[in-house]
């Protein structure tokens, strides 16, 4: 594919649930990123991976989030015991790595509604 | 913490109207700046950044953005908007100074441009 893609695109789920959120980036991008974006909040940053480690965990809101990356390329966002406060547009974005700070490409996002 | 302001939340102009979004960042250090645009539906790309070189950047569609230091702003120009013109436009900023490895956007919160026709 020629851009970021990301499963599914849209999630109901009911508070308490946990959901998957997929990532597919660019091909050959070492990079990726996920950022939520809410009203009132805008667009925050959670999670930064270089190749399959995450260097910077900073933005992730609390202990239910956490994101694996395997084989340097599709990411995977896991929310436990979803809140409704984590109801927002999750977006995946995905750049050339390598130290450099080119154009982070974003997908499409998937929008996440909690019951 | 470093922060991103755009202080126009919601912009209304006619069609042929000239366009100044602004934009200012609180980081004192090297950055990167970048404005990204999503059109109603689409998702977001990149409208222009500036790594370095000359402060005045040409993006597509007729956009262009200044970076000036002194000022802490990097504000989104275009002489004369189009009805399809009409999106959210988000002014970011990353560097190479933050700390760590990270290579994070710090995004302001957005300008709705509704042109009218």
């Known amino acids: 594919g020629a851009g970021v893609s990301q499963s599914p695109s849209n999630k109901v789920t009911e508070k308490g649930k946990d959901v998957e959120l997929r990532c597919d980036p660019i091909s050959g991008h070492t990079a990726l990123y996920w950022y939520r974006q809410s009203l009132g909040q805008g667009l925050e940053f959670l999670i930064y991976f270089q190749g399959n480690s995450a260097p910077d965990k900073s933005g992730l809101p609390s202990d239910r989030f956490s994101a694996e990356r395997t084989g340097g390329s599709v990411s995977t966002l896991t929310i436990q015991r979803t809140q409704q406060e984590d109801s927002a547009v999750y977006l995946c974005?995905?750049?050339?790595?390598?130290?450099?700070?080119?154009?982070?490409?974003f997908g499409p996002g998937t929008r996440l509604t909690v019951l | 913490a470093q922060s991103v302001s755009q202080h126009n939340h919601h912009v209304i102009l006619s069609e042929a109207a000239s366009l100044e979004l602004g934009c200012n960042y609180s980081?004192?250090?090297?950055?990167?700046l970048f404005w990204y645009v999503q059109y109603p539906g689409q998702h977001l790309q990149l409208l222009l950044k500036?790594?370095?070189?000359?402060?005045l950047v040409k993006g597509i569609k007729g956009f262009e953005a200044e970076f000036i230091k002194s000022k802490f702003s990097f504000n989104l120009r275009k002489p004369s908007v189009q009805w399809s013109d009409t999106a959210e436009y988000f002014c970011?900023?990353?560097?190479?100074?933050?700390?760590?490895?990270?290579?994070?956007?710090?995004f302001g919160t957005g300008t709705l441009l509704a042109v009218q026709p």
């Open positions: 980081y004192g250090g090297t950055v990167n």
């Open positions: 974005a995905s750049s050339l790595g390598s130290g450099g700070f080119g154009e982070q490409f």
């Open positions: 970011a900023v990353n560097s190479p100074n933050y700390g760590g490895a990270t290579n994070k956007l710090i």
């Open positions: 500036y790594f370095s070189g000359d402060p």
